[in-house]
């Protein structure tokens, strides 16, 4: 009779594994290989901090200004966890895995009558009634392109605005 051994995948195993992933994306090129990995305890830790008034700064701009741990439900009801700076764009998945990256700021003047006070559905802003046209600002990580819901315009490279710090 022959018994099997498991190899227990202990948390070293996990963290030598992500350090070699982070290794082989700075190799590669990718200029956010340098912040590491964002866990989700990581997350935690800053959503807490932020909940009782810390400071928090963007790793890679410095900005205390717009950065925060965020989360936001997906489609299908599962909470999606990142960090984020709305000064600079860098942006990071807490899945311990994923580089971080830079998402891109879009504007368009959105052409809709808003016979009620109500939130856009496009930029998420409210609006007084009577608003007729307004800066509708999305950020939207790369390669993506959006279809205001208000006013029907796709919203692609051709609306892209620099971010108040450049990196």
């Given at each position: 009779m022959t018994t099997s051994r498991a190899?227990?995948?202990?948390?070293?195993?996990?963290?030598?594994?992500r350090r070699l992933a982070f290794?082989?994306?700075?190799?590669?090129g990718n200029p956010f290989a340098r912040f590491g990995?964002?866990?989700?305890?990581?997350?935690?830790?800053?959503?807490?901090?932020?909940?009782?008034?810390g400071g928090l700064h963007?790793?890679?701009?410095?900005?205390?200004?717009?950065?925060?741990?965020k989360s936001a439900k997906r489609t299908?009801?599962?909470?999606?966890?990142?960090?984020?700076?709305?000064?600079?764009?860098?942006?990071?998945?807490?899945?311990?895995?994923?580089?971080?990256?830079?998402?891109?700021?879009?504007v368009h003047m959105c052409n809709t009558n808003f016979a009620v006070g109500r939130e856009c559905c496009g930029c998420g802003n409210k609006k007084a009634a009577g608003t007729t046209c307004h800066s509708c600002a999305r950020i939207l990580v790369p390669n993506e392109t959006f279809r205001c819901p208000e006013c029907g315009v796709v919203v692609d490279d051709n609306y892209k605005i620099p971010w108040p710090i450049t990196r």
């Open positions: 190899i227990p995948l202990g948390g070293h195993f996990v963290t030598l594994l290794w082989y994306h700075g190799w590669r990995p964002y866990t989700v305890q990581e997350w935690r830790a800053q959503d807490a901090l932020r909940i009782l008034g963007c790793p890679d701009c410095g900005s205390a200004a717009a950065y925060a741990a299908d009801g599962s909470i999606r966890r990142y960090r984020a700076c709305k000064s600079c764009g860098f942006w990071q998945e807490a899945d311990g895995w994923s580089p971080a990256y830079r998402c891109w700021l879009a």
